[in-house]
């Protein structure tokens, strides 16, 4: 992006906002490491988080850069189509992970996904697994940074590569000073700092193109056409041609294989609700999740459609088919902000961009720490040395990472919209994962070499549409092409585990106690209700059928 | 650090370190920020930008109200939690 295009005019007052939040997150971390507090220990000792923090917590650990300027992004590309991303592609994802999965991860003590795969398939496919997570973690940092970049550039003007390695640096300090203490409460305070900047930015904007009515009239004048109004069938998001393949691309796809994939064995997310106080609340966290999810898309959406009909530049981008000009999709919700918001209110939603995506980095960062000084380093390379060196190697590892992280932030600056690069990363490693780890759940033959060879054959073929889409071989726009690669890495891993199972030979049951569904008690899967959690607004089934019937009158309202 | 488990847990309320507390703290304080800027330092052209609305002045009275409402919240319901906690004495 051109630093010379898009700059907002923050003043004092804004910097004020910003430097409050930061002093009150990294006080709270700086206080909490000084005098061990019992309430602090109280809050961060997980085991006693109520059911409404760790919700928050979960949805805002994915109300990163992917969500806020990526869906903007792609709400003024593609318009509508856009929302199949929160009710397609994420809450019935949330509600499945709480009735099905939740009780069995909560039941069986299993703390994280490596562990899972250590544990059920042995090293084989713990490494595999293990080396592509620490992967996808630089590669999504990469975009966090890229982001938080693209935020100091509109800010200070700096060139791009200046305001990575200035936003980096800033980064690494929140990790080290902020610590833990600082993440679980940056991560339910962003929500609520998000919100209060997104919904009057929306309304404002709302009000500026004439209402609801007003914003449909221009969007069905503008070079998108009233196909953008309508969620489905959505063939300019999935690049079908073909009303049905759309579809079926969209469910089968984007709702069931990448969502799936994402939010049932994604590390950062399940441990939200691994620090839970019960089973009961441990279900309760993505379904309460949930509800946040179905309305962020007003907030985040239809701001990304208002800029494409209202903010000059967009417009003009728009109607050259995506480029020229010195602006890019990502840039949507950023340019509104510049339009819309007077100074103070404009301190208040730069805050809460740069809380979000700093806290993403964050969360990427730590996550590829501990994969990589434990699941990696100590089990595979140097083993059996004292505590203190393997602190100190997440340490440096902390600094290479943050560092590898800026290089992967060029990767994701080449795209104009961020989310087909998330999409294709996505199809590369959740898909193929959620397919072993849910064969491997409920089949209880399969053995520990269809563990890891269903992973690598899985990532190889998503990796294999990707250049056949590249090299135009296969011709998708849009985020077909990702949707096509989740899928078709599912079905390959799915079909070589189970040919791979025939000839090999399967774990001794025993073994696989609390691993496997049928071969765990049911008493371990079960939530029992008791004292304060018996009444009926806390009951998990009574949320879940609620959220589905939201989801389904939403999708028929924007149908 | 701990001392022996007790048969009734002490209990104190988390006072600032409640995240409600912080929550509506830090939402309170934007209020009156947001609140100062659209009564006095939001200019016409700030106004006109965004079709005639003072929107720092009608957000500050939403983040008021939410803090209010935070804080209160906290007064009605503390929050208590064991003095002194041990491994041992886990409320599961």
Known sequence: MDSDVLRLDASAIDYVILASYFAVVLGIGVLARRQVSSSIDFFLSGRSLPAWVTGLAFVSANLGAIEIMGMSANGAQYGLPTMHYFWIGAVPAMLFLAVVMMPFYYGSKVRSVPEFMLRRFGPTAHLVNALSFALAQVLIAGVNLYLLGTIVNVLLGWPLWVSLIAAAAIVLVYTTLGGLSAAIYNEVLQFFVIVAALLPLTLAGLHKVGGWEGLKDQITASPGGAEQLSAWPGNELSGFDNDFLSVFGIIFGLGFVLSFGYWTTNFVEVQRAMASKSMSAARRTPVIGAFPKLFIPFIVVIPGMIAAVSVQEMVQYKANGGTGGNVTYNDALLLLMRDLLPNGLLGLAITGLLASFMAGMAANISAFNTVFSYDIWQTYVVKDRPDEYYLKVGRVITIVATIAAIFTAVIASGYSNLMDYLQQLFSFFNAPLFATFILGMFWKRMTATAGWVGLVVGTSSAIFIFILSETDVISLQGQGASFLAAGVAFVADIVISVLVTMVTKPKPESELRGLVYSLTPKADLSENRTGDEAVWYRSTPMLVGVAGVLVVALNIIFF | ?92
């Open chain 2, 1 to 92: 650090m701990a001392e022996t488990p007790e048969p009734t847990e002490k209990t104190t309320t988390a006072g600032a370190f409640d995240i409600r507390t912080i929550i509506g703290g830090l939402m309170g304080i934007y209020g009156v920020i947001l609140l100062v800027m659209g009564l006095w330092f939001t200019d016409a052209s700030e106004i006109d930008r965004a079709d005639g609305v003072n929107l720092n002045t009608r957000v500050s009275i939403g983040l008021l109200v939410f803090a209010a409402v935070m804080l209160a919240w906290v007064f009605l319901r503390p929050l208590r939690v064991p003095v002194e906690q041990d491994d041992s004495e886990r409320p599961e």
